[in-house]
């Protein structure tokens, strides 16, 4: 089984510069798994990349992953303050 | 940077990914290739190499400073990206000799950086001929045409 949470964590880790304030929290919603990433709001902008690029490339990981293990996820990326 | 670092990163990723996958570096003369064998190598090269593609802007984005000090950081998996690269190079030179000889320009893309590079690189080999990238998105055509 793919440890998509660990997923998401090492890649946003690595690319934040407070990695301590990476935060993933999973939960079941629908049949579908979503992760909710939260970063420091400074690293929102790197996290999601120019035009949403990275975002959409971690995204793309974690269904690869996931289609695998016959399983729906979604990724919502946030700041501390809720801005996304 | 350390190459073991990087090495290390994708070996991570491919982990957390649950596949079946064996990360390692390659010195090459302008930078490193990470190679990744094993029985899980599809995934990554399915739809075009759709996920293979996405751990490598996730690398060159992590490792960004890397690429300022002009080393080239290629992700490839079961020399997928190899055999890619390979065939859009003849393509250029194909592109680069038909535009030599009939004088007409020759259009190619729409490119994303890492592959226009490929293409300039192969035309800069035959002479008479110049290449140019058009266009103000990420993805770019190439234009090759005499001097």
């Known amino acids: 089984m793919a440890d998509l949470k660990g997923l998401i964590e090492a890649v946003a880790r690595a690319l934040a510069d407070q990695p301590e304030a990476v935060n993933v929290r999973e ?33 793309t990981l974690l269904s690869s992953a996931a289609e695998d293990d016959d399983k729906r996820v979604s990724l919502d990326i946030r700041d501390q303050t809720g801005r996304s | 940077m350390a190459t073991a670092d990087i090495t290390e990163f994708v070996q991570k990723v491919v982990d957390a990914m649950d596949l079946d996958l064996e990360a390692s570096a390659e010195e090459m003369p302008d930078g490193v290739r990470i190679n990744l064998n094993g029985e899980d190598g599809n995934v990554l090269i399915r739809r075009q190499g759709e996920a293979l593609a996405a751990l490598q802007h996730i690398v060159a984005a992590i490792y960004r400073h890397e690429a300022a000090e002009g080393r080239r950081l290629v992700v490839d998996c079961m020399g997928y990206r190899k055999g890619k ?29 890492y592959e226009r590079r490929i293409v300039h690189l192969a035309v800069a080999e035959v002479d008479k001929v110049t290449s140019e990238s058009i266009g103000d998105a990420f993805e770019k055509t190439v234009i090759i045409s005499v001097k």
Do not use: C, H, W
Not at chain 1, 27 to 56: F, K, N
Not at chain 2, 88 to 108: H, N, T
């Open chain 2, 85 to 113: 690269d390979d065939e859009l190079k003849q393509m250029a030179l194909f592109l680069a000799g038909k535009a030599k000889d009939s004088g007409l320009a020759q259009e190619i893309g729409p490119l994303n950086p």
């Open chain 1, 27 to 59: 939960s079941e919603r629908r049949g579908a798994t979503v992760y909710e990433l939260q970063v420091a709001s400074g690293d929102l902008g790197r996290v999601i990349g120019r035009q949403g690029r990275t975002a959409a490339a971690l995204r």
